[in-house]
């Protein structure tokens, strides 16, 4: 939360968005990983990873660039600094959210386990004193 608020007034709105996109999606896996089961630990990685390093390296870099160098300069395939983090928060984004969309059909896979074995279980003509 400090590294995004730190980050905004350096930001346009669409870099805002991706950004926030990043700061929702670890907030809303955080619960579910912090307790991870077996199939959890690429997610795991990931989230830890851009939290901690991809994401502060990325908006360093870019802060510690003069403000006009930023959006005059072209530095790569003649896009500015501006474009290119741009790029990178839009990636960050996509990743985190695909992250968010694994553990979610990890949780559903979980509960339609569960309703089937709740069927098999309770679903039965004789569960209640054999009718």
Known sequence: DALV??????????????????RNAVHEVLPTLAN?????NDSVYTVRETV??????????YA?????????QPVQDGKTPKQLLAEQLALLD????????NVAASDAQALM???RFLKQKFDQPDFLGGH
């Not at 991870?36 to 959890?40: M, N």
């Open 5 to 22: 608020q730190q980050a905004r007034p350096l930001l346009s709105a669409d870099m805002q968005k991706h950004l926030d996109g990043v």
């Open 36 to 40: 991870p089961g077996p199939g959890f």
């Open 52 to 61: 901690l390093n991809y994401l502060p390296t990325t908006l360093s870099h």
């Open 64 to 72: 510690a660039l003069p403000p006009l160098f930023r959006t005059s």
């Open 94 to 101: 996509a990743q985190m959210q695909q992250v968010v969309s």
């Open 113 to 115: 386990a569960n309703g």
